[in-house]
């Protein structure tokens, strides 16, 4: 192709929100063999939300999300935004013992009076997080985990028997389940829906017409994330991949010299868009995300993945 040819092409893709960093970028994306996509927030719209509320102790629910709430308020990951969300909303419009003496306005600033005082926060990356519920007595700090069971066997903490049958029920109709333990005994599980971008069963079935393979990739547990892809279409799954692993999931692919492209839109994503041929970003996604791209898809519509190997196989293969 010629160098206005380029040029059009680049001009072509930002009218359809497609950026593409670089010549080098569109050349490469007519080669490619295998598209990795991200499940949440690529695949998934990324606007989880609360489906299910179970305590497994006497403990009243409004407590039992106040101390979920709690914890997540610290976290920038969705699910935790979907169960601060859900608590806030339960405490100020659905609880009727609370609603009463509630202010009406400035909701944002008033959830954070109403949950408990954390210390020593931390995210786990791939698991969920860990906090400390302050007491009221100086020095009576209870602790608390809530993410995954990878997190629950490392924190010691057993899961019975019908919390297990409670979470394959949840994951088996697509859904995450989240545990929530607190001063050492699980206490309840909360249910997460995500539900697929409009298109991306149809974008699926486009690429598998044009030759390209796609995979799908995640941190989520393997029944979630299997009943996810049989619902878009994607028999290749790859799921319980902690974030450093997504980049290794990539380089499996690259191993025979297929050209891989790679879909996401966390942070945890950027290693694998920078280990692909091609990384794209959606415009929604993390800053840190779009810069390790090659392809911004600004319009975050998974359709613009099959515009720009388009425009790639338009531009390049008649030269040839
Ligand atoms: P993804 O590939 O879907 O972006 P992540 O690596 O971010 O997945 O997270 C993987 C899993 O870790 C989640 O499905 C969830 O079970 C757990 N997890 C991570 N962060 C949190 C959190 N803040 N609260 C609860 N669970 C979490
Ligand atoms: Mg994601």
């Known amino acids: 192709a010629t160098p206005t040819a380029v040029m059009v092409a680049t001009g072509v893709g930002a009218n359809n ?22 499940k ?3 695949l998934t719209q990324g606007k989880a939300t609360v489906t299910t509320v179970k305590v497994f102790t006497g403990m009243d629910r409004g407590e039992f999300l106040k101390l979920v709430a709690s914890a997540e308020a610290s976290s ?8 601060v969300q859900y608590a806030r909303h339960f405490h100020f419009f659905d609880d009727p013992s609370v609603t009463n003496d509630a202010p009406n306005n400035n909701k944002e600033t008033t959830i954070s009076e109403w949950l408990f005082d954390v210390s020593e926060f931390s995210a786990l990356p791939g698991r ?25 066997t490392e924190s010691g903490i057993d899961i019975p028997t019908h919390v297990e049958n409670f979470l394959v029920e949840l994951e088996e109709s697509a859904k995450t389940g989240i545990l929530v ?22 974008v699926i079935e486009g690429l598998r017409k044009m030759g390209v393979i796609p995979v799908m990739v995640t941190g989520d547990n393997w029944r979630t994330a299997q009943a996810v892809a049989k619902e878009v279409g994607i028999p290749d799954v790859r799921a319980e991949v902690m974030p450093a692993g997504k980049a290794d999931v990539i380089r499996s692919f690259q191993k025979d010299g297929s050209t891989v492209a790679m879909v996401g839109d966390g942070i945890n994503d950027s290693p694998a868009l920078a280990a692909a041929d091609i990384g794209m970003a959606i ?30 196989r338009k531009t390049f293969s008649r030269i040839r």
């Open 17 to 38: 929100g497609v950026l593409i960093k670089g010549g080098d970028a569109l050349e490469r994306a007519q080669k490619v063999k295998y598209v990795i996509f991200d």
């Open 40 to 42: 949440t927030g690529t």
């Open 76 to 83: 920038e990951h969705p699910l935790a935004k979907a169960i």
């Open 128 to 152: 969920g997080i860990q906090c400390f519920i302050d007491g009221k007595l100086i020095l009576v700090l209870y602790p608390q985990q809530v993410g995954n069971r990878k997190l629950m």
């Open 181 to 202: 333990a607190y001063e050492g005994n699980l206490i309840g599980v909360l249910g997460v829906a995500d539900p697929l971008k409009r298109e991306a069963a149809i």
């Open 283 to 312: 415009g929604a996604g993390t800053d840190i995300a779009i810069e390790a791209a090659d392809y911004v898809l600004m319009r975050n519509n998974l359709e613009d993945v099959i515009t720009a190997i388009d425009l790639s």
